[in-house]
């Protein structure tokens, strides 16, 4: 059983920066699928962006250009550095992970789920 844990929320101006990082107790090697989504209130969950074992990788529209995904097998951990922030890029972020397939937009067959982290950016 893989737990995660997101770190790296907080507030910031529009057109700042954040890292968020997303800590697996457990090996992440053998995992393929892993994703950041978000969810806004009053709005379903979505994908951010996602990245295979294979570190292909996929974003949402709103994000290309400015938000880049990455992990690190070796430390379990995976990132996601947001860039040109805008408000509504505020939601609460969440890392999953599935051992195989792909990261759906819904978050539908994620196995595991970090409990999120707030981001907010004001304008």
């Known amino acids: 059983q893989v737990q995660l844990v997101e770190s790296g929320g907080g507030l910031v101006q529009a057109g700042g920066s954040l890292r968020l990082s997303c800590k697996a107790s457990?090996?992440?090697?053998?995992?393929?699928?892993m994703g950041w989504y978000r969810q806004a209130p009053g709005k379903q969950r979505e994908l951010v962006a996602a990245?295979?074992?294979?570190?292909?990788?996929n974003y949402v529209d709103s994000v290309k250009g400015r938000f880049t995904i990455s992990r690190d097998n070796a430390k379990n951990m995976v990132y996601l550095q947001m860039n040109s922030l805008k408000p509504e890029d505020t939601a609460v972020y969440y890392c999953a992970a599935r051992d195989f397939g792909i990261a759906t937009m819904t978050g539908y067959g994620m196995r595991y789920w970090g409990k999120g982290t707030l981001v907010t950016v004001s304008s």
């Open positions: 457990g090996s992440i090697s053998s995992i393929n699928a």
């Open positions: 990245i295979t074992s294979g570190r292909s990788t």
